[in-house]
């Protein structure tokens, strides 16, 4: 799981040096004696210290709101992921809390199929999501020629909510215009025609990351060389 800020309040305890002390409770008083509730604790010179989850990596946290589950700037798309999970859960719908645990699980897999567990980045999330998407995509196509429909669309609705966990994918118009420009690119370095296939995808790649599947890029730049 990813770690959670941890707000303490309150009570008094003393801990540290100089005569800090740390909140856990309903209220409490700092050093000087003065009453104090709020986040993490208060030392004598007044600076406030903050408790994080799990060793102190709250940096990489994503921390809910109090009240309104608005998530701060520095939340992850896993912490996001894991709250609209809760949420679902809450409000019964199966839909979403169906795709979103089994999201997460294929997240939790990855974490730990190396030699030791890690916490994945943002944009490895994402490409997981990605994969989740396209799989509904073609278990809805399997199903549409099987005729099973009502599987088919089953499989579309989970395949677009995990679609508005990524970034808008490119328009054929816009995927077009990008690669346009890196055949060009590529063409000024003396690459061109099919063997410049390599030179194009690595020129255009970055441009799409996130995008465009590699599949679609790769059709397009196959398309525009041989044009």
């Given at each position: 799981m990813?770690?959670?800020?941890?707000?303490?309040?309150?009570?008094g305890?003393?801990?540290?040096?100089?005569?800090?002390?740390t909140?856990?409770?309903?209220?409490?008083?700092?050093a000087?004696?003065?009453?104090?509730?709020?986040?993490?604790?208060?030392?004598?010179?007044g600076?406030?210290?903050?408790?994080?989850?799990?060793?102190?990596?709250?940096?990489?946290?994503?921390?809910?709101?109090?009240?309104?589950g608005?998530?701060d700037?520095?939340?992850?798309?896993?912490?996001?992921?894991?709250?609209?999970?809760?949420?679902?859960?809450k409000a019964?719908?199966?839909?979403?809390?169906?795709t979103?645990?089994?999201?997460?699980?294929a997240i939790?897999?990855?974490?730990?199929?190396?030699?030791?567990?890690?916490?994945?980045?943002?944009?490895?999330?994402?490409?997981?999501?990605?994969?989740?998407a396209?799989?509904?995509r073609?278990?809805?196509?399997?199903?549409?020629?099987?005729?099973?429909?009502?599987?088919?669309?089953?499989?579309?609705?989970?395949?677009?909510?995990?679609?508005?966990?990524?970034p808008?994918q490119l328009?054929?118009?816009?995927?077009e215009?990008?690669?346009?420009?890196?055949?060009?690119?590529?063409?000024?370095?003396?690459?061109?025609g099919?063997k410049?296939?390599?030179a194009?995808?690595?020129?255009?790649?970055?441009?799409?990351a996130?995008?465009?599947?590699?599949?679609?890029?790769?059709?397009?730049?196959k398309?525009?060389?041989?044009?």
């Open positions: 990813v770690p959670i800020v941890a707000e303490w309040r309150g009570v305890t003393p801990g540290g040096t100089g005569g800090a002390r909140g856990v409770g309903a209220g409490g008083a700092d000087g004696g003065r009453r104090c509730v709020g986040v993490g604790a208060r030392q004598a010179g600076a406030r210290q903050r408790s994080w989850a799990r060793g102190g990596r709250g940096e990489k946290a994503r921390r809910l709101s109090v009240g309104g608005i998530l700037g520095m939340t992850t798309l896993k912490s996001k992921l894991q709250h609209d999970l809760t949420e679902a859960i019964r719908d199966e839909l979403r809390s169906s979103l645990r089994l999201t997460l699980t939790q897999k990855e974490e730990v199929a190396g030699t030791e567990a890690r916490e994945l980045s943002d944009g490895e999330v994402e490409k997981i999501i990605a994969r989740e396209k799989k509904r073609e278990a809805a196509e399997a199903f549409d020629q099987g005729g099973r429909s009502e599987s088919a669309a089953r499989e579309r609705a989970e395949g677009e909510l995990l679609a508005d966990y990524l808008r328009t054929d118009e816009e995927l215009s990008l690669v346009a420009a890196a055949v060009a690119e590529a063409k000024g370095s003396g690459a061109e099919p410049a296939m390599g194009v995808m690595k020129i255009v790649n970055p441009k799409v996130g995008r465009a599947e590699g599949g679609r890029v790769a059709g397009m730049v398309k525009l060389l041989a044009g």
